[in-house]
């Protein structure tokens, strides 16, 4: 194991008080638990861990944290390794230096805010641990609130004091299980602006367990989806939502445009036929061979809605016609729905309000559309083999 790394720890601004290496999982089943999941977070990234609810998220937490014993595999932090069935390697979990946030905070009731800080600090002189309880929690923003038990604060403060208590411990990677969904949306906003910042100073692996997507894009380098237990999918969000691995993960990230259809020759040139349509998509068809049947996404950003008064971007790229058949308007955005004509099936995507206002568009009203070459994506299909 690496030396605790005392000189980084001063407090004041702009220094960096964590620092350890990357972390590398891959992992296989938990007793009953189904798992298989392979990632890897490096020190100062924020990787957003998403899924639906049993998807494995806590499960795979716990196993990282050791409080839970995969069958098979492996986990290293940097050059330490925690464990590794190959070698027989299983750090217990004081051992392994994560901090760990859960949802329901998990403070002691029976211990003041500083003391509960304070058993982190098993590593340091007993002489030094109260100085260093005050640090943390004057990091943490709860100066002057350090007396007080946990029934005495907010749920922000309490979530506050159990990110000083983990990160006291001075781990090599800090663990965080929906620790903003137990607050109001305010509070939430302004804890995740926090962590947001406390990330200049801390250059650990730090994996974020939420279900919600919007926090995840807005926090995290990158996102892997699970599901099943089963990483299916690692990377950043532009590549997520654009470029998804299969239908199944465009599903769990709320996508919708996903359509059948299938691959055509037409003179001379490879075309995705969907319905009587015939679609231009600007790679991937050449990896296919006629006659295939596929399952392509279109991110929302690449419909383009044509203006009535002036040719707008994409114009003449696959252009569709349609008819509005939901527009719910929520603030700033529209969300329209066109059920296009001669194939069974219907478009989602968001225009601006004053878009959709300045368009006079309205539910039943026709519409004409382009579907954007460069934003088609073709998937595996799930029914067929896959593709090459
Ligand atoms: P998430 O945090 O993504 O909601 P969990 O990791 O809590 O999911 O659970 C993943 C799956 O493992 C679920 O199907 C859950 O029922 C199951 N599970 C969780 N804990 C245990 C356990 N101790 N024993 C058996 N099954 C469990
Ligand atoms: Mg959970």
């Known amino acids: 194991m690496s030396e605790r790394s005392a000189d980084l720890m001063p407090g004041g601004g702009g220094q960096l008080l964590l620092a350890s290496g990357r972390l590398e999982v891959a992992l296989q089943q938990i007793g009953p638990i189904p798992l298989e999941a392979r990632f890897h977070c490096d020190a100062g990234e924020l990787l957003a861990l998403v899924g639906p609810s049993g998807s494995g998220k806590t499960t795979l937490l716990r196993a990282i944290a050791g409080l839970m014993k995969p069958q098979e595999g492996r986990i290293t932090c940097g050059q330490d390794i925690w464990f590794d069935t190959v070698s027989g390697f299983d750090l217990r979990p004081q051992q392994r230096r994560v901090g760990l946030v859960f949802q329901d905070y998990a403070l002691f009731p029976h211990l003041t805010a500083r ?16 100085a260093q309880a005050e640090r943390w929690l004057a990091r943490m923003h709860l100066e002057g609130l350090g007396g007080r038990y946990p029934s005495q604060l907010s749920g922000g403060q309490r979530q506050r004091v159990a990110l000083a208590r983990a990160l006291a411990r001075e781990p090599q990677a800090l663990l965080l299980d929906e620790p903003f969904s137990a607050v109001d949306q305010v509070t939430r906003r302004r804890l995740q602006r926090e962590l947001a910042r406390l990330r200049e100073q801390i250059r650990i692996p730090i994996l974020l367990v939420t279900h919600d997507l919007d926090e995840a894009v807005a926090l995290a380098d990158r996102l892997c989806v699970l599901h099943g237990g089963k990483s299916l999918q690692v990377g950043d969000a532009e590549t997520l939502f654009r470029r ?5 993960v465009a599903r769990l990230l709320d996508r919708h445009n996903l359509f059948s259809g299938s691959v055509v020759e037409c003179q001379g040139q490879r075309r995705l036929q969907w319905g009587p349509l015939t679609l231009e998509v600007a790679e991937g068809l050449e990896r296919l061979a006629p006659g295939q049947a596929v399952t392509w996404y279109l991110p929302d950003s690449d419909v383009v809605l044509h203006r009535g008064d002036r040719a707008s971007r994409g114009e003449g790229e696959n252009p569709v016609t349609g008819r509005v058949s ?12 066109v059920q296009v004509d001669h194939v069974e099936a219907t478009l989602r995507f968001d225009v601006s309000t ?23 994506h073709l998937l595996p299909d799930e029914s067929t083999e896959e593709m090459t």
């Open 115 to 130: 003391d509960n800080v304070r058993v982190a600090l098993g590593h340091l002189d007993a002489a030094q641990r109260a």
């Open 244 to 248: 998804p691995a299969s239908a199944e």
């Open 326 to 337: 939901e527009m719910v308007v929520m603030g700033g955005t529209t969300t329209l729905a």
């Open 354 to 376: 004053h878009a959709a206002r300045r368009n006079a568009l309205v539910r039943g009203e026709r519409v004409q559309l382009s579907l954007l070459a460069a934003g088609i």
